[in-house]
């Protein structure tokens, strides 16, 4: 929460599987912890992500996404977000990648570190891992290590997923730890 | 090669598409994206002690990749650590000096030196490594915020932690911003008089007081050893 | 005296031009380039006042050292820009006080008075690292945001994490309290808010400084005493 005008009600509460929530950040793969704003009048409500990057609206009409975990902002009553859903594969990965499952009919706010860049995948496509934001779940997809072991160490280029099928994938055109190894170099040994 | 740059201006990333068997080169950790057919290589191009050299002054990580598309054509986006714009420029057999980090991709062709001592100076520490990427080819470098391009004539002074890249056909030269007291207290660090004429890409952010900044938040370690 | 803000909003620089004998008053650490005939003089926040300092004045964002640039034998310009990504905005005051956010302070015209005396508005941060300036007078005065800035006009009662303020006038008064209870210490945020009364502006940046400063904290390796 940014900033709100003073006639809103706000009502914190956590569990998996939890519907009909507004949030602004998400605890771990399993738990979640949601506040849920309610106007009581006509007011300002200001909710940003916590990174430097876009924020984008989505709007679904009783279908679902799936969406890494920091890439999740708010959304209306319409749709429920799920952290455990049918066909999770957990995923092996330096950036911790968590999957949530959002679905329903109404509005989602989907935040990028970076940019957002959308790609309707038709063909095989690899993707770092720290750069997914969200997908639809009429894509399919495996996690590898980009190359060979030695690759993989020494590449810097870590773990991917590797889609299949055809959908729409939203992709950040920034990771955090790219932050980090950058700011690293700059700073004395 | 055909390239496109997305994500302008604020964080942008390079999206390439190769012919087949064709190649580029890039920073480790550079990859976004990419088909399925891109053969990565990593390997210490040019031997073992150049890329300690880029490893040891620029900060650029040991290992840099060479990506190939096999038998048919490919597409990688590639995306640099800093937050801000990317560059693309065609070098015709000339020289261009880049800050360290600012290097993203380019074509295998051209020839990356770390060991530039351009700038001499008793002030060490201050991260005033600085790239000479030299030869034709398609070259993509970033800045740390925005990207402004002065064309010097006559004298400019610029702060170090903001220039991205210039043409050394300039004159160059490091000072120390004012007075001795100017030096410490200002803040400012040590600036760049550059004159002659060339072009100078100023970033609009700088990457050593950010990184200083960050710096003042890290835990401290009490290690016992 | 001209400014010009361009690369809004992410990544604003300021482009200040001075005429023969104008100067401008910014924070140590803002210039980016400047002509050669700019003079630049290193003081303390408050020239010829006293000084009190804030203890962390050193610590974090701003040192209270400041830079005084003047033009000379001609008209000249200086370029300046804040440590973080984000926004600048003008605000010229007129006669009136204002508090700044101790990152958000980039320069001002001389005859802003900065108040040195000042303690720095207890309550609104959990750290020292980062505090509030008292400035009046009259002229332009820029403030810099992490992220993009809101003027948010107040008329009766409004609520801003405290991590999300760059600026407010002092006609408003506020208190300070928790929000989210005990779970908001999980999210890197102070999970503090200022809840304004009366009429006023508050300026409100987009991103969350405490909050990059806990995750910095949380992410950078350790550095050694």
Partial sequence: MVYMDEAIEVKTAFGSGFFSALARKILGGESMFLNTYTAKEEVRLGIAPEFAGDVQELVLNNESLILQKGAYLCSDSGISIKTKFGGLKSLISREGVFLLEASGTGKLFISSYGAIYKKEVTEEFILDTGHLVAFEPTLKYKVQKTGGWKSTLLSGEGFTMRFSGSGTLWMQTRVRKGLIDWIMGFLPR | MKFEIIGKPDFAAIKVNLEAEEKIQAETGAMVSMSPNIKIETKAKGGIFSSLKRVIFSGESFFQNTFTAQNSAGEIMFAPGSEGDVVHRELVNEELILSRGAYVCGDTSLVIDSKWGGFKSFFSGEGLTFLKISGSGNLFFCSFGAIEVVNVSGDYIVDTGHIAAFEPSLNYHIERVG????????????????????????????????????????RVSRSSN | MKINISFKPSYAM??????????????????????????????????????????????????????????????????????????????????????????????????????????????????????????SGSGPLLISSYGGIDVMEVNGAFIVDTGHIVAFEDSLTYEITKFGGWKSFFFGGEGLVARFKGAGRVWVQSRNVPGLGAWFRENLPPRKK
């Fill in chain 2, 179 to 218: 007075g001795l007291k100017s030096l410490f207290l200002s803040g400012e660090g040590l600036v760049c008089r550059f004159s002659g004429s060339g072009k100078v890409y100023i970033q609009s952010r700088n990457h050593n007081s950010y990184a200083m900044w960050a710096n003042t938040w890290r």
């Fill in chain 3, 14 to 135: 300021a482009t200040v031009s001075l005429i023969e004998g104008e100067s401008i008053k910014s924070e140590s650490g803002a210039m980016v380039a400047k002509s050669d005939n700019i003079s630049i003089q290193t003081h303390k926040a408050q020239k010829g006042g006293l000084f009190k300092s804030l203890k962390s004045a050193v610590l974090g964002g701003e040192s209270f050292w400041m830079n005084t640039f003047t033009a000379h034998r001609g008209a000249g310009e200086v370029k300046l820009a804040p440590t973080l990504p984000g926004d600048i905005v003008q605000v010229d005051l007129s006669n009136q006080t204002v508090f700044v956010q101790s990152t958000g302070f980039l320069a001002s015209d001389s005859a802003i008075e900065i108040d040195t005396k000042f303690q720095g508005l207890k309550g609104f941060f959990s750290g020292e690292s980062l505090f509030f300036l008292r400035l």
